[in-house]
């Protein structure tokens, strides 16, 4: 099961395969907030892709999501599935790493993705990365630059 609990403090899983971490098993997820009916554990299960399931913030605004591990971890890849359906907008992603449990972030990517229903609805990223001691992961979310009050979303997460 996966452990989470919702942040607070508002900023200014997924199934293992091709030695994916197990989330679950690794660290607590820390989000700001999630809809009742699309919460932080859908972006850590095995239903990828379009049409996938997915997290979606409960509240519009920008949104923190952290991973706190149990034990610091090396990472080679961050994976990320995103959909929207709905709203045509630019989603903004951030994404930090701590080495000092949490007490500091570096930012490693930044990255915005543009979509517009019906046609570009879909996006799919894999970083290299190289990291030890990764203590934390934080994903920084502007669900809309333009400042349209909506929700942030996320489809996949995974980390190997």
Known sequence: MLRK???????GGFVA???DKDIAALATV???SEAPAYPIDNAFDSHHGPGGSRWVAG?????RLVLAFDAP???HTLYLEIEELEVSRTQELQVALSHDGGHTYQELLRQE???SPPSTTFEREEWSITAEGVTHLQLVITPDKGGKPCQATLTTLALW
Do not use: K, N, S, W
């Open 5 to 11: 609990h919702i942040l607070t403090d508002h900023p």
């Open 17 to 19: 395969g091709r030695g």
């Open 30 to 32: 820390l989000v700001t």
């Open 59 to 63: 509240e519009p605004g920008t949104q």
């Open 73 to 75: 971890q090396a990472m």
């Open 113 to 115: 993705y543009t979509f």
